[in-house]
């Protein structure tokens, strides 16, 4: 330990290096902040030799199990497939798309009839090939009103909105990145703001410490301390606490996370109604879902049901006509013919079906009635994962630049 008068000759002598020690530590705190922010959500895939010389950011790396938490608290929390459909009128539906649905029905009609019967849908005269596609014309909106009541009353059985969120999002790394990004931006951007201030107190310590003992392992040491702190105060200062606390009678803290509550609400609902649960994605996962044969069968029996009607007292003569086999492939080609165009004939109830669900509205008021634990668990998930990596790495990088610091304090104080 050096005496007060070296203390003294020392700091006047090398007073630019001293005076740099605390900056160089906020840098050290504020840099470290933003490689660990950086390393929770890039690269999107894993970059190296794997499996240890590489890296993958950690949202990315656990997408399945990042998408499954978002998604345990969307779908059990905030919104049910019932509540999504509930909402939708059937007749409401069926007369947004009857104008494009009944358009393709005339092709639908001479397409099933040219490949089950060439010969006898070209024989028939005109009159009657329009009499046959106006009666499947006009029974088209019904079926599909039907349809939509029969999804209403079990739309578990032809629709997982939990399957569709976690698909959408395991596909799509960047969206599940800016999930979690969006809804959390004033707490990332804190986390690296307050890593300066938190550097520079630390810096001053390591200052004091340095002049008095002169010992090289001061630097490094310091530099770990400064990576470590304040990427660990940071994460605690976000999440905790959960209620307005007093501290030392002087100033109150609150979670940050927490006291931008109504906030977060806005912009998680818009981010999920604009990107996830919209009426273009529904209707895909209900048509192309792992449920989706279930659907197949739905149309199927409605599709059956009105070519029988529509054969009427003539039918068995259409199936002497055309076959008994045959006008069973016809029924099954209509509803194929029927599920290719859906859709692109569901398209045209997206404005219809996005005013009616209402997503954002209802998400961003059933946030608001979250408990503090389940509304922490839309972002905390981000951080809980390999958060201790985070930490360590910028524990090992303030080691690094202290290692370098100390190089340079001992070359410019010879």
Known sequence: ?????????????????????????????????????????????????????????????????????????????????????SRLDPKRVAEEIEKPLVEGIEEITRDV???????????????????????????????????MQQIQTDINSVFDL???????????????NRIFREAGHKEFRFIANCGAPFGLAIGVLQTIAWAVFREPLL????????????????????????????????FTWQG???????????????????????????VEAVLKGPLSDRLFALVQREVHRMVDSQSGMARPLVVMAVGGRRYQRMKQLVTVKVMERLPE???????????AMDIRNTLMTKMQQLTPHQFERLLR??????????IATGAM?????????????????R
């Open 381 to 390: 998930p981000a951080f809980e994962q390999d958060e201790w990596i985070l």
């Open 219 to 250: 630097l490094p040491a310091f530099g770990l301390i400064t990576g470590w702190a304040t990427d660990w105060l940071a994460l605690k200062m976000v999440f905790r606490p959960v209620e307005p606390r007093r501290f030392f009678g002087v």
């Open 256 to 282: 940050l996370f927490f006291k931008r509550r109504n906030e977060v609400a806005r912009d998680y609902g818009d981010l999920i109604a604009k990107e996830i649960i919209t009426p273009r994605n529904v």
């Open 1 to 85: 330990m050096n005496s007060p008068a070296e203390i003294l000759a020392d700091v006047t002598r090398n007073w630019p290096v001293y005076a740099s020690m605390p900056f160089i530590a906020a840098a050290i705190g504020y840099v470290t902040k933003l490689v660990a922010i950086e390393m929770m959500f890039k690269p999107l895939e894993f970059k190296g030799r794997k499996p240890f010389l590489g890296w993958q950011g950690v949202v990315p790396r656990r997408a399945a199990k990042m998408a499954g938490i978002a998604c345990d608290t969307m779908t059990s929390q905030l919104i049910t497939p019932a509540e999504i459909f």
């Open 345 to 355: 004939t569901m398209a045209h109830i997206e404005e219809y079906a996005t005013d």
């Open 162 to 176: 939990k399957e569709m969120v976690v698909t959408n999002l395991v596909r799509d790394k960047a969206l599940l």
């Open 397 to 413: 990088l303030g080691f690094m630049v202290g290692e370098l610091q100390i190089l340079v304090v001992e070359f410019l104080t």
């Open 113 to 147: 009839m040219a490949a089950t019967q060439p010969d006898l849908w070209e024989a028939l005269p005109s009159r009657v090939k329009e009499m046959v596609v106006d009666r499947v014309r006009r029974q088209s909106p019904r079926i599909v009103e039907t349809v």
